[in-house]
């Protein structure tokens, strides 16, 4: 079983800043990718950023100079510093992770989710 669990998500001002966290956990072979995806209220979900084991980074337009997603690999574990933060930032955020467990077949797996809620 492998589990992705998140922390760091709340309520703050626009302008402010907020950590978010997600340990991978479980029967682990390698993991090719973390990430982080945001859901807005009717909207889809859509990646917000994504860095790969090999430390390659990509970031949706709207959050360029203003997100920075890192990564422990050792303890298999996403980070996403966001600062600036807007109104249109608030949603779900959901951490996404590509890996293989042990059985080395490629799975994709997600977070139950943490609100991130910015106020104007």
């Known amino acids: 079983q492998v589990q992705l669990v998140e922390s760091g998500g709340g ?3 626009a302008g402010g800043s907020l950590r978010l966290s997600c340990a991978a956990s479980g029967s682990i072979f390698s993991i090719n990718a973390m990430g982080w995806y945001r859901q807005a209220p009717g909207k889809q979900r859509d990646l ?3 860095i790969t084991s090999g430390g390659s980074t990509n970031y949706a337009d709207s959050v360029k100079g203003r997100f920075t997603i890192s990564r ?3 303890k298999n574990t996403v980070y996403l510093q966001m600062n600036s933060l807007k109104p249109e930032d608030t949603g779900v955020y959901y951490c996404n992770a590509i890996l293989r467990p042990l059985d080395w077949i490629l799975k994709e797996y997600w977070g ?9």
Do not use: I, M, P, W
Request: proline residues 0%; hydrophobic residues 40%.
């Open 11 to 13: 309520l703050v001002q």
């Open 48 to 50: 917000v950023a994504r």
């Open 72 to 74: 422990d690999n050792a």
């Open 112 to 120: 139950q989710g943490t609100q991130v809620t910015v106020s104007s």
